[in-house]
């Protein structure tokens, strides 16, 4: 992504303002973690309840691309970004310390922005809208469900459905993993997988599991309309789930090593069962 000097920014066309204490309350929306951020719980179906974080000119572009609106940014004030010009909020520049202190990063962006979180879908709206959904199970690293968003998204899959016990795909560093795919993948939450899935009847189940009894990726027959889903590395997936599993699958691997890690798993997936 391009970026200007300050010396030829339009300052009639972005609103920027110059901050020198990291203590400022105006920044306060940029030091919240991912919960301060999201709001209450039973608020964030709203669309504007609750916020998230776009770190890097890329994925900034990318919210504004999808439609998100943008509430504030923090740019820095010697390589500002073009993306600032697009943004229609307040932005805030500031030297690298105050930005360090403020975001908690180590490696500082030219451009870090808050969003309004869009209105979620319902679980079964997605359901009904895909023919290819990746379906998670446990999944709490964020950096697994950002690389399985990425994976999933590059490999032509057209949702994400998530338990509750998942990590959020607009968490900070979920988006940063995914490189802001995660705007162009539907996604919805539920408290009931198997329910949000039994309604599917016309769906194949394809449960992802080490289990030596279950059937080989490549040798699977599956229904133009699939689900995979992947649980959590530690307990892998509920019994409910593999209970209305259509295929058992598993990856074939070397012996000695039982499985993959949950993204590099749903990437192989991805790909064999996108056919």
């Known amino acids: 992504m391009a970026s200007v000097d300050m010396a030829s920014v339009d300052m009639a066309s972005v609103d920027m303002l110059t901050v020198d204490d990291p203590a400022d309350p105006r920044l306060d929306l940029f030091r919240r973690n991912d919960r301060g951020l999201a709001g209450r719980a039973d608020r964030r179906d709203d669309a504007g309840a609750g916020h998230f974080l776009a770190e890097g ?81 446990g999944v709490d690293n964020p950096a697994n469900v950002g690389a399985i968003v990425r994976n999933a998204a590059a490999l032509g899959w057209d949702g994400l459905l998530l338990d509750h016990t998942s990590s959020d795909p607009l968490a900070r560093r979920a988006l940063r993993v995914a490189m802001g795919t995660a705007f162009t993948l539907p996604h919805a939450r539920t408290s009931d997988l198997a329910g949000a899935l039994t309604d599917a009847s016309d769906m194949d189940l394809i449960a992802l599991t080490p289990a030596a009894d279950a059937t080989d990726l490549a040798e699977l027959r599956i229904a133009e309309r699939r689900a995979l889903l992947i649980g959590s590395e530690r307990a892998g997936l509920s019994a409910e789930l593999l209970t209305i599993a259509t295929h058992c699958a598993r990856i074939p691997m070397a012996g000695g090593v039982d499985s993959l890690n949950a993204a590099a798993a749903s990437a192989i997936a991805c790909y064999a069962l996108r056919r």
């Open 57 to 137: 000119d890329l994925v900034v572009e990318r919210a504004l691309d999808a439609g998100c609106t943008a509430v504030a940014a923090l740019v820095d004030p010697d390589r500002v970004p073009d993306v600032a010009h697009r943004l229609d909020a307040v932005v805030y520049t500031a030297g690298p310390e105050v930005r360090r202190a403020v975001t908690g990063l180590g490696m500082l962006h030219p451009v870090v922005a808050v969003f309004e979180r869009p209105a979620r879908r319902s679980a079964a709206d997605l359901v009904a809208g895909c023919d290819r959904l990746v379906v998670l199970e």
